[in-house]
């Protein structure tokens, strides 16, 4: 049929069904189109008639005639109607004009309406537009086939062909669009991936256009703060230096509103590089430390820095103490000329005085502290200072000052607001020195002097305004020390914190506002436009049909200089979002597998991890991922993102998945939660080939690094592995983040290498843990001379004079080459180990056992006091063997200890616990050995001396996991490691995740 034939043909066949005047409009290959003046009528008469595909596009194009109703690009088609054996659709008429040319923008929003109505148009050339009078565009050509990505993905590419090569010749313009399908590496095709960008911006704003985010939160008014004629002074040393610019920042932040300082002054002290009372900072950071002075001061957010070396003691002790010595410090290591050295600089005689660890929580930034405590100074001149206010329960409420009885306080050394002139007056303070140092501090030496002259430090004060103090042992982690520094910050403290200035509970209980949602998205904001992202991917969130979801957003790079920001733009959802600011930046795995294992504290919600340059697609998407992890019973989901390419082609190798080619970073991963409790601490990192550093060893803890992590693949492969039922999803979209080149291949090299994890058991609470066979620690006495509170080998609740005989070593020896038996690690310890009287012999003779070369490392661990110092100088260590620093105690105190004698049988809770589990010390440590015998681990050899069970097996050569759990069913249910791993299901916590020692000893103990 020609052209004119089929223009007759239709406008004969409308005259007929419906009489009138009808003017032609257009033809194209499908059809002819005339109007009557006030509808469109399109005839299908084709050219070259495909009845088949004919018949299926225009029975799809019936169903979906309601859904272009209302849109932009679009006429609201009224009917499809089969006349005289022709299709006819009709629809408005709209004055219009001829489509010149096609924008990028006219383009972009309209792909954006098509993935909003899930509808694709193969044929989207100028000539099936029309523009109506106020500029918009109009399709006029309506063949839709049902919406694919991989559909879709073509239609942006021949859309981009349009935009960009629309002036080419009708059949050069045709080839190429036909040469764009599922290939879109042409370079005609160049630039492609930054336009389908845009275009789902423009979908996001669409989806997005009904939610309503908070303004951008814009900095407060410093020029209506009123300055105090006070001195901020923070008070540092060199070990300080890899927190010491956020702690920095963190309280004069934190500090500063409604009052600003007359001045703000770091005084550093210079006296002591090394041996710290109490040092957490083993390293020589040095240059991270006098690099960040220098910043600090050029950012402004401290005025002056000032130095204090041992060249200005002896003025320093004059005046304050009339003692003509250049002690720097006490006998004991404290510090004190520092400290009032910064005292004379200050500008100001009001002085606010603070370590530079501590933590500031605010309720009320309107709260004027420094009027309250200037006030109370004020109104009693013999008060010589004024302490900060600690957590007290509820926000609000004055507590009038005390401390007038004697004794009063001592000034509080961390946080106080001390009259500097009031302190002069009274010297000199009382105290004195030896060869070893000062006496006294020069708090003490106040406290001691407001005793003799009735003078006071007080305490009290606004509950608005409160600090707390991080142990020393909680800052060996720099992670752990922040991420208690930004839950003050954002007033989510435990409940055991109130009327407490050191901080409570463990690292976990520290961890929240925790999240157990049925879906919690875990999302690592980027480094650039942070706000911008931020906004785009909450918005997307809050797009969300289903509202069943919470939040942890996580800042890992801007300091907590965003997060009031980021706080305003969560706070209409606070209730379901944990913001969690980084004071130091991470490994990008270390972040996310911390937020989810600390922060997500319901076994059963689905996590899925969304890059914070992403965002969700749809407004269905987190029901449609519900809907397919409940319909396949799913406990892992690979979520598909959108690329511009590869959707037909991706394949995803969950038999495989630490290969490279295994596709899982070509998605977002979802899993329960529950399967990252199968997973330990090593099975996100790798063991560096360095296990020797200089003549010292490595403890295996410091052995091994994060991988580096690409699209989440630190977490998605591990968990694979582990997962029952792994599924891939087409129904999850989300928009890609960018991710550096390179990352793929740095974390494939290193993860290969891993030891697999699948068979690995998914525990339903407690974890079960095997006696490691391979390690072995010799408790070769219990003698001690420091008797710590609450040991594990009850050296101080139950000393004996028990050790092991030379011979008693020997056999053990003689066993293992008999059996051949190859250990990792040899630990010999006690008691303290150096005061067995064959210590030297005892060393010598392992070292011939498990000599240089081979696969075994010896291990020495010692309190580290003076004696057992001079023990190790006089003993000549093998070259396989070290000193296990970390294990040097100042004191018979230690932060860190857990109750060992709070017995988990004495606890109703535990009443139906499987003690046979035991706990990560038998996997990590060993097995142990006295002599008594074999145990399943040196704690259950201690208990078993103390209680006389007779437990100890007497043979290397049969002990075996069996009889391991034997002993660990008898006797683990007294010990207190037990218990107090239970929030860990029994897994290893570091030092400085653990709760601050408190001696318990339970009935069981105590009879």
Known sequence: MTDTNRRAAARKLLETWRPGDYSFLGEGFSGVVFHDGSRVFKVHLARQPDLQRESDTLTYLGSRLPDFAGRKHFAALAALERVEGAWVLSYPFEPSRPVEDLTGDDLISFLSECWEMEVIFRNIPADNFVRRLDGSLLLVDYEPEPFTDELFANMVARAFVQLRHGHLPPDRLLKL?????????????????????????????????????????TSPDRSAWGRKPVTLLIKCCRQDAVGLYAC????????????????????????????????????????????????????????RVVRCGPDVA???????????????HTASGAPVVPHLHGIDAAQFDRILQLDVDVMIGRHDRQHSFLTDMQAALDAHPQALTVAFGIKHAGRSGFQPYFGFDAPSFVPEVRMCLLDRGRLLRQAPLPNAASTEGLELTWYRAVQRLQAERGLVSLRGGDHRSFYVHPQNYRK??????????????????????????????????????????????????????????????????????????????????????????????????????????????????????????HFVDNPDSFVLLLDGSSALLRSTTVAALKADLANYGADFALGKE???????????????????????????????????????????????????????????????????????????????????????????????????????????????????????????????????????????????????????????????????????????????????????LVNVLGGEPTLHPQFAEIVREISRAFPPGGPTTIQITSNGTPEALAVLDRVALPPNAFVDTASFKTGPVVDYFTPFNDAPMDDPRFRDADFGAGCWVTAYCGFGLNRRGYYACSAAGGIDRVLGLGLGHPSLADFDEDKARFQRERLCRYCGNFKHSAEAMGDFMPRSERAPFKDVCSASWSA
């Open 642 to 824: 959108w690329r511009i390419g590869g959707f037909g082609l991706h394949k995803v190798d969950f038999l495989h998945p630490r290969q490279g080619g295994s596709g899982l970073d070509r998605g977002f991963p979802c899993f329960r939660r529950r399967l990252l409790d199968a997973l330990g601490p090593y099975d996100f990192k790798f063991r560096r080939a360095e296990t020797v550093v200089g003549n010292e060893f490595v403890k295996m803890s410091r052995q091994y690094e994060w991988l580096p992590d690409h699209r989440h693949l630190g977490l998605a492969v591990p968990l694979v592995e582990v997962s029952r039922n792994p599924i891939r999803t087409d129904h999850v979209n989300c928009m890609p983040s960018r991710v550096e080149p390179g990352c793929a291949a740095a974390f494939w090299s290193h993860a290969a290498a891993l030891p697999s994890r699948e068979g690995a058991v998914i525990p339903a609470g407690r974890k079960q843990f095997r006696t490691s066979l391979d390690r072995v620690e010799i408790d070769i006495t219990y003698a001690c001379n420091l008797h710590c509170r609450s040991c594990n080998r009850s050296c101080s609740q139950a000393p004996t004079s028990e050790m092991m005989s030379l011979e008693h070593v020997q056999a053990f020896l003689d066993q293992a080459r008999a059996l051949q038996r190859q250990f990792t």
């Open 476 to 597: 060996r982690d720099p992670y752990v020390w922040m991420t208690l520094l930004d839950r003050v910050e954002q007033l989510a403290l435990p409940l055991g914190q109130d009327d407490q200035p050191e901080a409570q509970g463990s690292f976990r209980e520290w961890c929240r506002p925790k999240r157990g949602e049925d879906l919690v998205v875990v999302s690592l904001l980027p480094p650039e436009e942070t706000m911008a992202q931020a906004r785009r991917l909450l918005s997307s969130l809050l797009s969300q049909t289903d509202r069943g979801w919470g939040l942890i957003l996580i800042d890992n790079h801007s300091e907590g200089a965003l997060l009031r920001e980021l706080r305003d733009l969560v706070a209409p959802i606070s209730g379901r979002t944990t913001l969690l600011c980084n004071r130091l930046r991470e490994p990008t795995l270390a972040v996310v597998e911390r937020a989810v294992r």
């Open 177 to 217: 669009r036909r040469a764009a399908i599922n290939n879109f590496d042409l370079p005609e095709l160049d630039g492609l991936e930054d336009f389908a960008r845009q275009v789902f911006d423009e979908v996001l704003r669409r989806q997005c256009r009904d939610v309503t985010l908070r303004a951008p939160t």
């Open 314 to 328: 002896r003025d320093v002790n004059r005046r304050w103490f009339g003692l003509d010595v250049e002690h720097t």
């Open 248 to 303: 920095v920042t963190h309280v004069v932040r934190q500090l500063e509103g409604p009052d600003l300082f007359g001045e703000k002054l770091l005084v550093v002290d210079d006296c002591r590089t090394q041996d710290f009372v109490r040092q957490f900072q083993d390293s020589d950071q040095t240059d991270v430390f006098e690099a960040t002075l220098v910043r600090l001061g050029a950012e402004g957010v401290v005025d």
